[in-house]
DNA sequence: CTGTTAGCGCGTTCAT
DNA sequence: ATGAACGCGCTAACAG
């Protein structure tokens, strides 16, 4: 059997209170009382039973997402995992005594952030998740969380500077980097332009990824020629005309990087015109969309953060921030997921 | 507040023992009377408290995990894993009241293996974790636990006419299948043969790769030819002589698949001449030897398989199933993970 | 068949 | 500064 409180207050010799008052560090006891209960705890090998404290302490995790509503299908998932997590009847919703809640909130809308974060710092919480938007309003209301000591995670999109404890998502660089090893790959010998299509450069996510993929295809000996970066607003409509028009106007293109959301455009324009299609095809994200385009050999490689994990992430990490616990680092780390026709998870 | 034993005690106007008894399916209850408790059950939503069910009952789940003592970086890295999850300090550890232990078993030694299973569930363990390999010994000895009703997980390389209940580890067809779309497409448009070194076509898992990455080749216009199969052993020593020949002796080598361990082998004979590397690179599981040529652009690409989301997930599966309980199929499945140089992990 | 009671390991009053 | 006693939500003896 493992050593409990009874065996530490025996083995010293004082009572359970006093033990507990050395366990969580608080005043009222002697130092010469308090060395003897940690020599105790030591000699004994004692680890405090973490499910049995929450009992007695009938404590919960309230954890609050904020998430914007916009529609695209990665934002969707991402949702419905977080709700999932928070299902009572799961897991983590029933064992681990959690109350997620879902504060929807409109897509870049800065000022609507920052005041839902403000209010979600109201409810008193023990942490809060939250898709950041680079803006100084969004990085105030974090910094006011922080201040507060509630613990703040920065979903998918970061913001450094804002002192979010933790950040659940890619290495948008690397993943541009990624991206563009792979473009060079796949376009091995070949020269010929190479198109970006990003959402917008405002967003510090798509920022990123750009600049590593430029980085990438610029080095090394033959560099491959990068054109002006296209601005699709995410915008499954207006990608489709940037998409279409690059298509028919740049007869040589040989690869295309969609970076940000709006594939559904880029998709349509691919198969509007097939035999103009470049030779590589990158994007990011997997959707019914996405998947359909790879099975189809209409694109050739996605590259993909996974929301089930990110969602789960963020809920473990924010629970040992409030538990002042550690957690493992490569448990939380997103992978940079490359999904090809041949190992896409089923579904 | 979420509703407790009592409050549907109250509701259904028994006691506390009756509704233990109806939500834990013992008998010794009027059907009428369980009715009644079923009804307050779901008219309040009550959901069992698991953590405090198992305090009262001070369970603890003993886990098996039965791993080949060789002395590959892959099962270095999964034992070590399986370690960290039995720590108690962790949260694995320690919350969910698990007690894993470790059995070595001499590598490749199927009587051995089948003997070490019969052992494992001597101790009445709430699970076993085993690496199969694929004999009617050890099928028949996961057969003799399964018939016992302890719950048997297979790990890395399946079984699955053994009745298994679960395996934890990629799909190896669609493995190799990967590893033959990054060919074809590093390949693009070259031609020439390409090579393929496995351990032992007598592990399940190299077979399947093997098949899945043969049908790749084939298949399409254009069909790359591959060299017949080199085995290795998995055996540094070996796998270098292979590789050194094979380079030296194909002058026009379009590519090389090494789908096994022994890659250190691989990694010196392409270094030793590096002039005569051929264009694709591919092979298994991420060590610092493969970091490493990875980095240093020995190796295109490697494929791998997340050796501590194998251990964390074995465990909770092996969980629920000695809990009755269901687990989330997508947060289980483990993924073909694809590493270029620039999305490796830290470390 | 059903109810009472005493813990599981810990946190938290309220006394001393 | 320290200790005794009760309760968190649930299970398990033992009564009745």
Redesign the pocket.
């Known amino acids: 059997?493992?050593p409990?409180?009874?065996d530490i207050a025996a083995e010293a010799?004082?009572?359970?209170?006093?033990v507990?008052?050395v366990?969580?560090a608080r005043?009222?006891?002697?130092a010469?009382?308090?060395e003897r209960v940690q020599a105790a705890v030591t000699r004994l090998g004692?680890v405090?039973?973490v499910a049995?404290?929450n009992?007695?302490?009938?404590r919960s995790y309230a954890i609050r997402f904020i998430l914007p509503d916009g529609d695209n299908p990665f934002m969707h998932a991402l949702k419905a995992h977080v709700l999932q997590v928070g299902d009572p009847a799961t897991r983590l919703g029933g064992l681990e005594r959690l109350a997620v809640s879902l504060d929807p909130v409109p897509s870049l809308d800065v000022v609507a952030l920052a005041a839902a974060l403000d209010r979600a710092g109201e409810q008193g919480p023990a942490g809060i998740a939250v898709v950041a938007v680079d803006a100084p309003e969004v990085e105030a209301a974090i910094g006011r969380l922080t201040a507060r000591g509630i613990p703040v995670a920065t979903l998918v999109s970061d913001l450094p500077a804002s002192g979010r404890r933790h950040f659940a998502g890619i290495d948008n660089i690397a993943a541009g980097r990624t991206a563009g090893g792979l473009m060079r790959r796949f376009l091995s010998g070949r020269s010929g332009p190479v198109a970006v299509i990003a959402g917008s450069l405002t967003l510090r996510d798509h920022r990123e990824r750009l600049s590593g993929f430029a980085d990438v295809l610029a080095q090394g000996a033959q560099a491959l020629n990068l054109l002006p970066v296209l601005e699709g607003g995410d915008d499954p409509i207006r990608v489709e005309t940037l998409a279409a028009k690059l298509i028919a106007e740049v007869p040589d293109l040989a690869g295309i990087y969609s970076l940000g959301a709006g594939d559904r455009g880029l998709i349509r324009a691919l198969s509007a015109a097939p035999e103009r299609r470049p030779q590589a095809v990158l994007l990011h994200e997997l959707s019914p969309h996405t998947r359909q385009a790879l099975e189809a050999g209409l694109v050739d490689a996605v590259l993909a953060q996974d929301p089930g994990h990110i969602a789960r992430s963020a809920v473990r990490v924010l629970r040992a921030f409030a538990d002042g616990t550690s957690f493992d680092p490569a448990q939380e780390r997103i992978r940079i997921d490359i999904f090809l026709k041949d190992n896409l998870p089923p579904g």
Do not use: I, Q
Not at 13 to 18: E, F
Not at 55 to 58: C, E
């Open positions: 059997m493992r409990t409180v009874h010799g004082v009572s359970l209170a006093t507990d008052r366990l969580n005043v009222g006891v002697r010469e009382t308090r004692y405090r039973d049995a404290a009992l007695a302490k009938s």
